[in-house]
Every structure is written in C-alpha cells, then in structure tokens.
C-alpha cells in the first residue's frame, strides 16, 4: 500500500521557534511538494522538488524553506515560526510524467 | 500551468449522477485534465486524469470537450461519502511541472 506519511498529526509550537515539518514517502517518486490550507484560501502550493537537492517555490514561499537531502524525505522548516503560519499543512508526491499524486493525511500546527 | 474554473459548490440528492462542470479554456496541447476531491479532514485523494478521450474507471467517468476547453466529472450513482470538495486541475506531464489546486466545488450529497 503506497504510503506518504506526515511526521506529526498535530503540533504546537510558540512564536519565534524553528519548526521542522517531515515528510517521508515509500513509492521512490521524484516529485514532492509542500501545501498549506486554510479555511476559504483552498490549498496552497508552498515548495516543490523534482528531485535530491532541487526545489522550486510556489505561490507562498515567504517564511517557509525544504530540504531534500534524500528522495524519500522532503522536509518544510519555518525559521522563526509566527502565529499567521498556523494551518494545515500537507505533503504530497508523485511520479515525474502523467501520474497522480498522493497525499499525507496533514500536520495541523498551532503557533502561539 | 493552465487555471481552472468551477463553481463554488452543488448539491446532489444520493443515488443520482453528480455532473461536477470544469472550464480550463487556457490548456495548452501537453496538458492533462486530472480530478482529486477532499473529504473532511483527509488529504486529497485521486480521482480520474485524461488528455482529450473520455474516462472511466471505478470512481468516475470524465467527459473532456473536443476543444478541451472544458471537462465534466460524473459520479454516477452519489453517496453521501461523495460529500467533499472537488478539485480539477491542468497539469503537463514534464518534470517540472507543479501541481496546483483551485477552490474546487463543494459537492453536498442529500439523503
């Protein structure tokens, strides 16, 4: 069973700390991305990597960097966490070509 | 990537055909018309992808215009777990290509 895994359902975390997002996938896919969603702004594309070491931003960077270090691993750091970057967050990856992309089931963090 | 046009929500009583509307006029000839949907709390999820043939599988057929310019997912026979937001998305087959989501359609199931 193909399998992205999120490593926290929930966290919390004070204004100011570095927070670290894991994300780990099974199916060796070369794609992996970053999304933040919050109530009425739908699902929003923060960073993407095409392969180790190569990451492309999306529509909301600012705030945000990745790491790949390895291709299961796509990593989302908030360098100085602020309480307008709590949401949901969700990883996805998918195969390079005509493939569907699939999800972790969210971290949902609380920056207070 | 190409942006996508659907309706904000829809209703649907259970049992009968959810036809979900997508206008992506803007897609180019490399591009793919994919449907993810998001139920409460989940991650999306997968649905159906197609270039210009309809599709069918065992969620869904996709019915893609002849110009392409815009697409029709049909649940066939809706269920109240089909209650979720719909997402229709143009994507290309390249490696670089991102996988953006619009606001989707938020299909509500009725008993």
């Known amino acids: 069973d193909v399998k992205v895994t999120q490593s926290s359902r929930y966290l919390v975390k004070r204004t100011g700390e570095k927070v670290f997002l894991e994300c780990v996938q099974d199916m060796d896919h070369e794609n992996m991305f970053w999304y933040r969603q919050d109530p009425g702004l739908g699902l929003r594309l923060i960073y993407f990597?095409?392969?180790?070491?190569?990451?492309e931003k999306g529509d909301i960077p600012e705030g945000y960097s990745v790491s790949r270090e390895k291709k299961e691993r796509f990593s989302l750091i908030l360098e100085s966490a602020s309480t307008n970057q709590t949401s949901m967050y969700l990883c996805?990856?998918?195969?390079?070509?005509?493939?569907?992309?699939?999800f972790g089931q969210g971290t949902r963090l609380t920056v207070v | 990537d190409a942006k996508t046009t659907q309706p904000t929500s829809m209703d649907c009583a259970e049992g009968r055909a959810a036809n979900l509307p997508c206008n992506h006029s803007t897609i180019s000839g490399n591009e793919y018309v994919y449907w993810y949907r998001q139920i409460h709390s989940q991650g999306p999820q997968y649905i159906i992808h197609?270039?210009?043939n309809n599709e069918t599988n065992e969620m869904a057929s996709l019915i893609i215009t002849e110009d392409r310019k815009s697409s029709t997912l049909i649940l066939p026979h809706a269920t109240l777990r089909d209650t979720a937001v719909y997402y229709c998305?143009?994507?290309?087959?390249?490696?670089?290509?991102?996988?953006?989501f619009g606001g989707g359609t938020r299909l509500m199931v009725k008993p």
């Open positions: 990597s095409y392969d180790v070491k190569m990451k």
């Open positions: 996805a990856s998918s195969q390079v070509g005509v493939t569907e992309a699939f």
């Open positions: 197609g270039l210009k």
């Open positions: 998305i143009v994507r290309g087959y390249n490696a670089g290509n991102m996988l953006t």
